[in-house]
Structures are given as structure tokens and as C-alpha cells.
């Protein structure tokens, strides 16, 4: 019992001092690259912060624990959507463009709406279970190529315009400009920073984990719950931390990248390496996902000029809180 509460703490101090790190380095990186924050917190920071989840789910489906994945991943994403986003917002309103708003919150709710339909087999077709199957998982994986080429192609896009706009600039040197960080010091921030995040996580479900087990609650549970919490905590740090930084790009960013990132990687490959059932997760949280999924870009477009105030962040808080009061209440 002393060990898991040591891993709490040890976990949590991880992820904390790792989101400063990692911010401050891809912000440094994306100027650098002439890419915007928003492409960084898309890519580099989402993936990094979303690598608990991978690590927790592609092992359960080695070990053939197949609702530890699908919770992990379900429970994530409601996570990400609901509390991050809303904390994030309490703490600074979060400005969004409408490239956000267009394309990239639609291709979260388009994850969500491909898992609920890929998880009710029986409903849909007669199946004799619910199985998010091996063909599945690379539909899923195949659904993240073309997120990955679209972003791509933006961030190419803007590295062009970027290198313009610098040519012009060129022979106007700004003396009192604060003095950017080095590339070597941004990618050493970057890369200490995501080490102390996945540390962190590991350890803070390693202790959290323990004292579930204990009380003899179900690994589905355990997936919604206190593994989700816990493997999101990187990206609740890292979004938080950027909004505090004025980052809004790799604060929203972090979080859609990581909610595309979870369902069309994180389950495209652990279905494809074992065929997954969702076992305890049912409707109830599948369709949770895809409310807030659809909550999300509603928000963000139309009660406000494109930005996510405080009241909304309130909302999506106290969403979160009656979510896990419920499920906790139908254990």
C-alpha cells in the first residue's frame, strides 16, 4: 500500500515538471520549423502524450485483455474531451480557427462515430458478439493515414509560407526580440519532457491500479476509469500548461490529436494484433464519446467567436463528474 501511494506522488510530479519541458520545447521546435503550434500539438506532442495509452492497450491485447484496451482508449478520449478542454478552459479561455473547427474536432467526432458503429456488430449485422475485429483495426489504422497525410500536407504548406515571410524579414533584424531557444535545447526539453510524462503516467496507474484492484473492481472499470485518468494525465498537464503559456494551438491540438490518435492508432493497432470485445464497455459509454465529441465542436463554434470560455469549460466539467458518477454508481 506504501508503494502505491509512493508511485501517485512519484507519477505525478513526473508529469507535471514533463508538460513544462515538453511545451516550452515544441513551441521552441515549431517556430524553428515555421510550422504552427497547432500542427505540433496535432503531431509531436499529441502522439507523445498518447504513448501510455498505446503502451497500455497494445499490451492488454497481447495478454488478450480485451476490455482494458477498449476502456482505455473509451474512457481516455471522454477524459480528453471532457475534463481537459473543460479544466483548460477554466484556467484560460481558448481561442480556435476555424481550420479547428472544420476539419480537425470533425475528424475527432468522425473516430467516435466509426467505433460505436465498429463495436455493435450484433446490433448492426447479427453478429453473435461485439468484436472490433483484425479487419477493423486496419480500417482504423488506415482512417489515421489520411488524418496523418491531411496534417502533413498542412504543415508543408505553412513551412512554405513561413520560409517567405522570413525571406522578407530578412534584412530587418529585431534586436530587442527575446533570444530563441537553441533547436538542440528545444529537442533535449521535448524529449526529457515526454520521458517524464510516460514515466509519470506508468507510474501513477501502477499505484492508482493497485488500490482498485484491492477493492476488487472490474478491468473494464479499471480501463474507464483510473487507467484513462491516469494515461491522460500527460495531456491534462501539457494542455494546461500551454493555456497558461498563451499556447492555444498545442492546447487544443494535444488534445484532438490525441483523441484521433487513441482510436484509429491505439485500437487500429491492438485489433489488428488481437480482436478486441468490448466486454463491460457498452452503449452507455460509446455513445457518452460520441455526445461529447459532437459537445466539443458544438462549443466551439457556436456560443461563442470560436473559443471555449469558462462557462462552456464549466459544462464540460460537470459532464465528466456526472459521467464517472454514474458508471461508479452501476459498478
Given at each position: 500500500m506504501l508503494l502505491a501511494i509512493l508511485y501517485t506522488i512519484l507519477?505525478?510530479?513526473?508529469i507535471l515538471v514533463g508538460a513544462s519541458l515538453l511545451t516550452d520545447g515544441a513551441s521552441a521546435i515549431a517556430k524553428k520549423m515555421g510550422l504552427s503550434e497547432l500542427i505540433i500539438?496535432?503531431?509531436v506532442v499529441s502522439f507523445g502524450t498518447s504513448m501510455p495509452e498505446w503502451i497500455i492497450s497494445t499490451m492488454s491485447a497481447i495478454d488478450h485483455n480485451a476490455p482494458l484496451a477498449v476502456g482505455n482508449v473509451v474512457g481516455s478520449n471522454i477524459f480528453n474531451i471532457l475534463a481537459i478542454i473543460g479544466i483548460t478552459s477554466l484556467i484560460r479561455p481558448i481561442k480556435v480557427s476555424r481550420e479547428i473547427l472544420t476539419v480537425q474536432i470533425p475528424f475527432v467526432l468522425l473516430s467516435s462515430v466509426v467505433l460505436l458503429v465498429m463495436a455493435n456488430g450484433r446490433l448492426l449485422n447479427g453478429s453473435p458478439a461485439n468484436v472490433i475485429s483484425r479487419s477493423d483495426g486496419i480500417i482504423l489504422v488506415l482512417f489515421f493515414a489520411v488524418f496523418m497525410w491531411y496534417t502533413v500536407k498542412e504543415a508543408l504548406t505553412q513551412r512554405a509560407g513561413q520560409e517567405r515571410l522570413e525571406r522578407k524579414e530578412e534584412d530587418k533584424p529585431d534586436d530587442k526580440a527575446k533570444k530563441p531557444i537553441s533547436q538542440l535545447k528545444a529537442w533535449i526539453m521535448l524529449l526529457v519532457g515526454l520521458a517524464l510524462l510516460i514515466f509519470g503516467g506508468d507510474k501513477f496507474v501502477d499505484g492508482a491500479s493497485d488500490f482498485a484492484l484491492r477493492l476488487g473492481v472490474s478491468e473494464g472499470m479499471i480501463g474507464l476509469t483510473i487507467a484513462a485518468v491516469g494515461t491522460s494525465l500527460p495531456e491534462l498537464a501539457t494542455s494546461a500548461a500551454a493555456a497558461i503559456k498563451k499556447q492555444n494551438g498545442i492546447a487544443v491540438g494535444n488534445v484532438i490529436?490525441?483523441?484521433?490518435f487513441n482510436v484509429f492508432f491505439v485500437l487500429g493497432t491492438a485489433a489488428t494484433i488481437y480482436p478486441l470485445a468490448p466486454g463491460t464497455i457498452?452503449?452507455?459509454?460509446?455513445?457518452?464519446?460520441t455526445g461529447a465529441s459532437l459537445l466539443f465542436w458544438i462549443f466551439g463554434w457556436f456560443f461563442a467567436n470560436k473559443e471555449f470560455t469558462r462557462t462552456e469549460g464549466a459544462l464540460l466539467t460537470a459532464a465528466y463528474i456526472a459521467y464517472m458518477t454514474l458508471i461508479i454508481m452501476r459498478a
Open positions: 507519477g505525478l510530479v513526473g500539438g496535432l503531431t490529436g490525441s483523441c484521433v457498452g452503449n452507455f459509454d460509446l455513445l457518452t464519446l
